[in-house]
């Protein structure tokens, strides 16, 4: 029996931040230009690319992100917490996420030209149309709330039915 080197193409990477910020009982989200490349015209959070300098330093690229988007700064949010770090192959592009939460300390923003914000009541926010993993994200957190950790999520294929599934796992130390 042979075996034969396969070659392959390195893998891309591709780092963003989010944030599911609140205000009361309400989520900021932004409905997407539909001049935009990825998913247009839908309902996502505020937040964006890890630039390369903040590779180490998720926490202040959607600092910077969400000021750029909603003009809120630092001293405007409460419990900025990382919740969730989501991992996903989209078509050979390794992409990373990850996903804070926080408590916005005033209503008014800044007009973005990446889309129109909003303050969407909880129970109306899994009414719009939501990117696929995002919208599993805010799923299990109304299911679960926040927790004392964060979670890893990975998204793949059912190995039986073939749709899309994240899978979760509390981020804890294993106290080896």
């Known amino acids: 029996m042979t075996c034969r080197k396969e070659r392959r193409k390195p893998m891309k990477c591709r780092i ?3 944030i599911m910020l609140f205000h009361g009982d309400e989520l900021l989200m932004m409905e997407r230009s539909m001049t935009r ?3 247009p015209g839908m309902w ?8 390369p300098e903040e590779m180490s330093r998720p926490r202040d690229a959607i600092l910077r992100e969400m000021f750029e988007e909603t003009g809120f700064a630092p001293e405007d949010i409460e419990r900025l917490t990382l919740r969730y770090v989501l991992l996903r192959n989209k078509d050979g592009e390794l992409r990373q996420q990850y ?7 005033r209503r008014d923003f800044v007009d973005s030209d990446e889309g129109t914000l909003h303050w969407i009541p909880r129970d109306q926010v899994l009414d719009r149309d939501i990117p696929y993993i995002f919208r599993k994200t805010l799923e299990h957190y109304f299911a679960y709330g926040p927790a004392e950790h964060a979670w890893l999520g990975i998204a ?3 190995p039986v039915t073939a749709r899309p599934r994240v899978d979760w796992i509390p981020l804890t130390d294993p106290n080896y």
Do not use: P, Q, R, W
């Not at 996502?44 to 690319?49: D, E, N, P, R, Y």
């Not at 996903?99 to 300390?105: E, H, K, Q, W």
């Open 16 to 18: 963003m931040t989010a």
């Open 156 to 158: 793949s294929a059912d």
């Open 37 to 39: 490349t990825l998913n």
């Open 44 to 51: 996502a959070a505020v937040g964006g690319h890890v630039e």
């Open 99 to 105: 996903i804070y939460s926080g408590d916005a300390l």
